[in-house]
């Protein structure tokens, strides 16, 4: 089974402070994405990885930046939390044959509140 | 971006009944995922289906790309299956991205 783990399940932060969400899957997966979830928005896609270093920008990229330094790892950097980044965030990773999409499985999720 | 439309928006079946599920798109999609979050918050893959027919135990799902649907059908339903079902659609031209439904709120009573 494919296992996407996330750091923290819940997590409270200061507005200004630097934020460090971390992404781990196990099933050398290509891509990794960050979604964020909203009452009423539903799910809306961040940032999403296709290898190592490559990254590009989903529906609502303002205010965060990602890492992919390794092929396992992706992280969400909130560079200055501000209350209207109050959400859960959800990781997802998935791998992909040439052509061919294969599903997309997600980790649990943080709830990161910013007071 | 492609929008994605899902209903009913919420559903309650007493337990042992089926349901169907509706999922249309605006536009050609390489990409058909279907998933279901559990009142823990959890989202699980049920589905990948860009076209055709699955089944997987109680659950199936077809999808006719032709006309921009996919349906999801629960049967013989349980508690268990109760928390938000969602679909979402990656289209041609960058079918990594996935565009998500609001989805269908399902509660199952004993």
């Known amino acids: 089974d494919v296992k996407v783990t996330q750091s923290s399940r819940y997590l409270v932060k200061r507005t200004g402070e630097k934020v460090f969400l971390e992404c781990v899957q196990d099933?050398?997966?290509?891509?990794m994405f960050w979604y964020r979830q909203d009452p009423g928005l539903g799910l809306r896609l961040i940032y999403f990885?296709?290898?190592?270093?490559?990254?590009e920008k989903g529906d609502i990229p303002e205010g965060y930046s990602v890492s992919r330094e390794k092929k396992e790892r992706f992280s969400l950097i909130l560079e200055s939390a501000s209350t209207n980044q109050t959400s859960m965030y959800l990781c997802?990773?998935?791998?992909?044959?040439?052509?061919?999409?294969?599903?997309?499985?997600f980790g649990d999720g943080t709830r990161l509140s910013i007071l | 971006g492609i929008q994605v439309e899902q209903s009913p928006p919420d559903l309650i079946l007493q337990e042992g009944a089926n349901s169907t599920l509706r999922c249309n798109f605006s536009d050609s999609v390489n990409n058909l995922q279907w998933f279901h979050q559990n009142p823990w918050g959890q989202l699980i893959n049920l589905f990948y289906i860009p076209s055709g027919t699955k089944q997987n135990g109680r659950l199936s799902a077809t999808t006719v790309a032709t006309e921009r649907y996919s349906l999801l059908y629960i049967s013989s339903s349980q508690t268990t299956d109760s928390g938000v079902y969602f679909c979402a659609v990656g289209p041609i031209s960058n079918d990594y991205k996935l565009s998500f439904g609001a989805g269908t709120t399902v509660t199952v009573r004993a």
């Open positions: 997802a990773s998935s791998g992909h044959t040439t052509g061919v999409n294969q599903p997309q499985h």
């Open positions: 099933m050398d997966h290509e891509n």
């Open positions: 990885s296709y290898d190592v270093k490559m990254k």
